[in-house]
Nanobody, 121 residues
Framework: QVQLVESGGGLVQPGGSLRLSCAASGSIFSMYAMGWYRQAPGKQRELVAT???????NYADSVKGRFTISRDNAKNTVSLQMNSLKPEDTAVYYCHAMFNNTATMTEYNYWGQGTQVTVSS
């Protein structure tokens, strides 16, 4: 099984920056697609950014140009650099891992416990 632990959340002023990190253990990290999701109070969880095992990336329109996802397979970590933060970015951010076993067409999904990001003056 895979375990994910997020860190780096906190309080930041609008326009500021924050870097989130996610450490993975328990499986072969390089084979997983990784991503960051967030959930604000009263709202559904939404995709923020993803990075496939092959390196391709995808960003939500609301964060495009401000956030950058990266991964270090050697260290089993994935990070989210967040710049020009807005109050609308306030949410609990979750690390996500997905593995698609193409031989059996079986998909596995794992989630971290979440880390709070608050953007406020």
């Amino acid at each position: 099984q895979v375990q994910l632990v997020e860190s780096g959340g906190g309080l930041v002023q609008p326009g500021g920056s924050l870097r989130l990190s996610c450490a993975a253990s328990g499986s072969i990290f390089s084979m997983y697609a990784m991503g960051w999701y967030r959930q604000a109070p009263g709202k559904q969880r939404e995709l923020v950014a993803t990075k496939a095992s092959g390196g391709s990336t995808n960003y939500a329109d609301s964060v495009k140009g401000r956030f950058t996802i990266s991964r270090d397979n050697a260290k089993n970590t994935v990070s989210l650099q967040m710049n020009s933060l807005k109050p609308e970015d306030t949410a609990v951010y979750y690390c996500h891992a997905m593995f698609n076993n193409t031989a059996t067409m079986t998909e596995y999904n794992y989630w971290g416990q979440g880390t709070q990001v608050t953007v406020s003056s």
